[in-house]
């Protein structure tokens, strides 16, 4: 049975498509091996041992090697935060001065609308706040409406670049990601933790689960 190349937001609007990889495990333990000037063409219990050890031990430059590239849609608000993760990617992003088609966003549910916690700079509370089902209506309202308001600015002839300001923050984006193993692994190390926002944390368990058959004992072994 093929690997799934496609994880989709429960929205039905995010994804994260896995357009294509590069090496595999193999591509670790022989860039690995070439200190000894050796290479080996399938893997071994012995060869899955080095693995651990280099990822146990943070002998991290094997795991540039191998590479992926990804489709990506996600809200804004999300993506400038997994942009903060730049060593080890290249990107390339949907532009709104040359596209005007309409725009989707992120509507929070009202179990999303999480409290703040007091004890934290940063993050939430597991519960929503009492006027959760009222506020996902307002925030809904407001979508709608910023979004007519940017179809008739460019109705009135306003130049997309222009009228792209009126757009949220939960508009969603498109980009092509391409990245290494290494790279990635920092990311979920990060994005996947309990202190990671849950609209991020989903994207980081939807792009493990795609790069996991690919890369089995690598992605296993990275923290």
Same mark, same amino acid.
């Given at each position: 049975?093929?690997?799934? #190349?496609? $994880? !989709?937001?429960?929205?039905?609007?995010? &994804?994260?498509?896995?357009?294509?990889?590069?090496?595999?495990?193999?591509?670790?333990?022989?860039?690995?091996?070439?200190?000894?000037? !050796?290479? /080996? #063409?399938?893997?071994?219990?012995?060869?899955? !041992?080095?693995?651990?050890?280099?990822?146990?031990?943070?002998?991290?430059?094997?795991?540039?090697?191998?590479?992926?590239?990804?489709?990506?849609?996600?809200?804004?608000?999300?993506?400038?935060? $997994? &942009?903060?993760?730049?060593?080890?990617?290249?990107?390339?992003? /949907?532009?709104?001065?040359?596209?005007?088609?309409?725009?989707?966003? $992120?509507?929070?549910?009202? =179990?999303?609308?999480?409290?703040?916690?007091?004890?934290?700079?940063?993050?939430?509370?597991?519960?929503?706040?009492?006027?959760?089902?009222?506020?996902? +209506?307002?925030?809904?309202?407001? #979508?709608?409406?910023?979004?007519?308001? &940017?179809?008739?600015?460019?109705?009135?002839?306003?130049?997309?670049?222009?009228?792209? #300001?009126?757009?949220?923050?939960?508009? &969603?984006?498109?980009?092509? +990601?391409?990245?290494?193993?290494? =790279?990635?692994?920092?990311?979920?190390?990060?994005?996947?933790?309990?202190?990671?926002?849950?609209?991020?944390?989903?994207?980081?368990?939807?792009?493990?689960?795609?790069?996991?058959?690919?890369?089995?004992?690598? $992605?296993?072994?990275?923290?």
């Amino acid at each position: 049975m093929a690997a799934t #190349t496609l $994880w !989709k937001a429960a929205d039905g609007i995010g &994804y994260i498509e896995l357009i294509d990889t590069f090496g595999s495990d193999l591509t670790v333990v022989n860039a690995a091996r070439v200190s000894f000037a !050796k290479e /080996v #063409t399938e893997m071994k219990p012995a060869d899955e !041992k080095l693995i651990n050890y280099l990822a146990a031990h943070d002998h991290v430059s094997p795991f540039f090697h191998p590479q992926a590239r990804f489709r990506i849609k996600m809200p804004i608000f999300v993506a400038r935060e $997994w &942009y903060r993760h730049q060593i080890g990617f290249a990107r390339n992003e /949907v532009s709104r001065r040359y596209v005007d088609t309409v725009p989707e966003c $992120w509507v929070p549910s009202p =179990a999303e609308l999480r409290e703040r916690d007091p004890r934290a700079k940063q993050g939430s509370k597991e519960n929503a706040v009492d006027s959760s089902a009222a506020l996902h +209506e307002s925030i809904r309202e407001f #979508t709608q409406g910023a979004v007519a308001l &940017y179809t008739k600015l460019l109705e009135e002839k306003v130049a997309p670049e222009i009228a792209r #300001t009126v757009l949220p923050q939960s508009m &969603y984006t498109e980009f092509i +990601e391409t990245g290494s193993l290494a =790279a990635y692994s920092r990311l979920a190390g990060l994005r996947l933790g309990a202190d990671a926002q849950a609209e991020i944390r989903v994207y980081a368990e939807g792009m493990s689960s795609l790069l996991t058959p690919r890369f089995p004992v690598s $992605w296993a072994a990275l923290p």
